[in-house]
């Protein structure tokens, strides 16, 4: 429930008043009811240990809301982040680890901007974890690490991008448990915009032995030399696609921001 409450109270301040103090004064304004038993009120015993995709999810809905009322300050649906748990034996060490990680995805466009590449939305926060720092504690290797191009919805103002992070395994029994929104419910586009790229786990990507894996999943197995590709999901586009700038729809094209296709970009 307090993740709700955050939830609630900061997509309500980002978009009513940014500069408003974040206090009890301004909490007693919002008035939440959440049905003990849904999904917003869970009870004991449901899980609530990835809790913080499922907020990102529900800041959507919330900025949807409020975008009706304000139209001027609407915010397109965006991309979560994934949560993946790399867990094994370093052979280095002979110590067992688990890797706990998650990864940024793309902020929805606004009425009058872009959104924004790569970055935690509504009530996420977590900081980047350096590729010298993986390396280093554990027995993977960092072989890409960008932004995912064309994963942002097109529109007048273009979508945040997700990211592409691919991980080559250096060791042996290592496995990964897997946890994610937006992979099969794209972020939809607001006034016409595109909607973002869902996001995908992969595992040996643009090999014979690429095979998608679920969007949810414990103790998947990671033989020795293989890559797990990470793609996060891209911001929905806000607009309609033929009004954009001619100078940013050039550029778009030059750096491949935007989906070449309404629908979002396949994961590739």
């Keep these: 429930y307090r993740a709700l409450l955050a939830t609630v109270y900061t997509v309500a301040k980002s978009l009513l008043d940014p500069e408003v103090p974040a206090n009890a004064?301004?909490?007693?304004t919002l008035h939440i009811t959440a049905p003990p038993g849904c999904v917003v009120g869970p009870t004991p015993p449901a899980a609530v240990g990835c809790r913080s995709i499922s907020a990102t999810v529900l800041g959507d809905v919330i900025a949807n809301a409020l975008s009706q009322a304000m139209p001027d300050k609407a915010l397109a649906a965006s991309g979560p982040h994934h949560l993946y748990v790399l867990a094994g034996t370093d052979?280095?060490?002979?110590?067992y680890f688990v890797d706990?990680?998650?990864?940024?995805?793309g902020m929805g466009a606004r009425a009058?901007?872009?959104?924004?590449?790569?970055?935690?939305?509504?009530?996420?926060?977590?900081?980047?974890?350096?590729?010298e720092a993986v390396e280093h504690a554990y027995p993977f290797r960092v072989e890409r690490y960008a932004l995912w191009n064309a994963s942002g919805g097109?529109?007048?103002?273009?979508?945040?991008?997700?990211v592409m992070r691919d991980y080559r395994v250096l060791g042996d029994g290592i496995v990964v448990s897997l946890s994610s929104e937006r992979q099969h419910v794209a972020a939809n586009g607001m006034q016409g915009g595109g909607a973002g790229a869902c996001g995908a786990f992969?595992?040996?990507?643009?090999?014979p032995q690429e095979r998608k894996l679920p969007s949810a999943a414990g103790e998947v197995v990671l033989p020795r030399g293989s890559v797990l590709r990470i793609c996060t999901?891209?911001?929905?586009?806000?607009?309609n696609p033929a009004e954009r700038n001619s100078a940013a729809s050039e550029r778009d094209a030059r750096e491949e921001r935007v989906s070449r296709e309404i629908g979002g970009a396949i994961c590739k």
């Excluded at 052979?91 to 110590?95: K, L």
């Excluded at 706990?100 to 995805?105: D, S, V």
């Design 25 to 28: 004064g301004y909490y007693r």
């Design 112 to 131: 009058s901007r872009d959104g924004v590449d790569g970055v935690r939305v509504h009530a996420s926060g977590s900081s980047n974890l350096p590729v």
């Design 100 to 105: 706990y990680e998650t990864l940024a995805g």
């Design 233 to 239: 999901p891209g911001g929905g586009g806000y607009g």
């Design 91 to 95: 052979a280095r060490t002979g110590a």
């Design 202 to 207: 992969i595992l040996n990507p643009d090999t």
């Design 154 to 162: 097109a529109g007048k103002y273009r979508g945040g991008m997700g």
